[in-house]
């Protein structure tokens, strides 16, 4: 079997990438810095995944794998050195630092197999993150490997959708290594990027230009989950499942759609089918009571999401750029400001800036908006929330 590389032994990492290249034929060499994900990987020899759609299960089990510890330098770079295919998925912020490994097994294919070809396909959430990783093994190789890099080595940029479902403490204990998710295996994948062919992978998606998909999975599936969560969270809700058969929710969540939507067709020319059938297939995602996924960590790190880029604020800024007025995306900043769940330390810091500060300084100077209109939509629907008795505001 053809070997590939997978940096990051996580959810995405076991529960996408390698039940993605398992299924085409691959056997997988995880590299992580879990000491004891390693371990259990190595010894087990294989590993656990449940597929769940709605109310059918399915389970499998993914073999012909081995895993190295970050720390094994020389042996994660022959490994690199002899495939030609690596992921990426330790987390954004986690990119750089391994681009000193990744240029050390570049160097070894480069020495030892001039002709061949490497792709290392980046499963982050990390806008640019081809340029950043590419730079950053720069730094790290001698010049006379800058040739294979530049020419040999692509850096594909995908957008990862598949949603996990998160463990309960009684299944991790019982099965350490397994991983649920649902069904969900389409990958994005930036045609031009990939040097000597697009491997046969199933689930990627090759397209021309991938900038279009990055901001329709952020400013629709991502903003939309936040709407699901931040309303759902106010109306006293645990699951997004619940949050979504909600009426009213339902109501604004349309209407957040309605607007990033059209934005987005005006902005990058989409098919009206194709965005349609993909809003279609990712509500009925959104109501998959199996994944038992909860509004408490679709909400997680509110302070990031309101960032001047993230899904709120750059979706308000996306519609104002194409003429459409974000009033509903609006109303969800304004729910996403009184997420005070006091178990997540980022919205405890929230509600302690805008204590402290108030609310437009917050709408100013973290979320970058500028316009007085937007500011002052935001403020009065942030004030009918906190003012009057939490009743909800959807429409």
């Known amino acids: 079997m053809t070997p590939v590389v997978i940096f990051g032994a996580g959810q995405i990492g076991r529960g996408f990438i390698g039940d993605i290249c398992s299924a085409s034929g691959y056997s997988l060499i995880f590299v992580d810095v879990n000491e004891k994900i390693v371990g259990m990987l190595n010894e087990e020899g294989e590993y656990p995944i449940w597929l769940l759609d709605r109310e059918i299960r399915t389970e499998k089990k993914i073999r012909n794998l081995s895993a190295l510890n970050l720390s094994q330098k020389e042996k994660i770079a022959e490994a690199i050195g002899n495939v030609s295919l690596v992921f990426t998925a330790v987390g954004a912020n986690n990119v750089p630092s391994i681009a000193p490994i990744l240029a050390s097994g570049i160097a070894k294919k480069a020495a030892e197999n001039p002709d061949s070809y490497l792709n290392v396909v980046i499963c982050e959430n990390l806008l640019g993150s081809s340029r950043v990783l590419k730079k950053e093994i720069k730094k790290c190789l001698s010049p006379e490997f800058l040739p294979f890099l530049d020419e040999r080595t692509g850096f594909v940029e995908t957008v990862v959708s598949r949603m996990v479902s998160p463990l309960s403490d009684e299944l991790r204990k019982k099965y350490p290594l397994l991983v649920t998710v649902e069904p969900y295996n389409i990958l994005p994948v930036e045609k031009k990027k990939f040097k000597g062919g697009i491997p046969q992978v199933k689930g990627f998606y090759p397209v021309e230009n991938l900038f279009p998909y990055e901001e329709l999975k952020l400013f629709i599936h991502n903003l939309a989950h936040a709407c699901l969560a931040y309303a759902g969270y106010f109306k006293g809700h645990t699951y997004i499942w619940e949050a979504l058969e909600d009426t009213e929710i339902h109501k604004l969540l349309r209407g957040v759609i309605s607007e990033a939507k059209s934005a987005l067709i005006r902005k990058h020319n989409f098919e009206t089918a194709e ?33 001047a880029k993230d899904r709120i604020a750059g979706g308000i800024k996306l519609c104002l750029s194409q003429d459409v007025y974000p009033e509903k995306v609006c109303l969800v900043m304004a729910y996403c400001l009184c997420y005070n769940y006091q178990k997540d330390e980022k919205a405890v810091k929230l509600q302690e800036i805008i204590k402290e500060n108030g609310v437009v300084y917050v709408l100013r100077q973290i979320s970058d908006i500028k316009e007085n209109r937007v500011v002052n939509e935001i403020m009065e629907n942030y004030n009918v929330l906190k003012n009057e008795g939490g009743s909800f505001k959807g429409y």
């Open 275 to 307: 965005i349609e059938n993909y809003i279609s297939d990712l509500i009925g995602r959104f109501g998959n009571r199996s994944l038992g996924d909860t509004v408490y960590r679709v909400g997680r790190d509110p302070l990031r999401k309101i960032g």
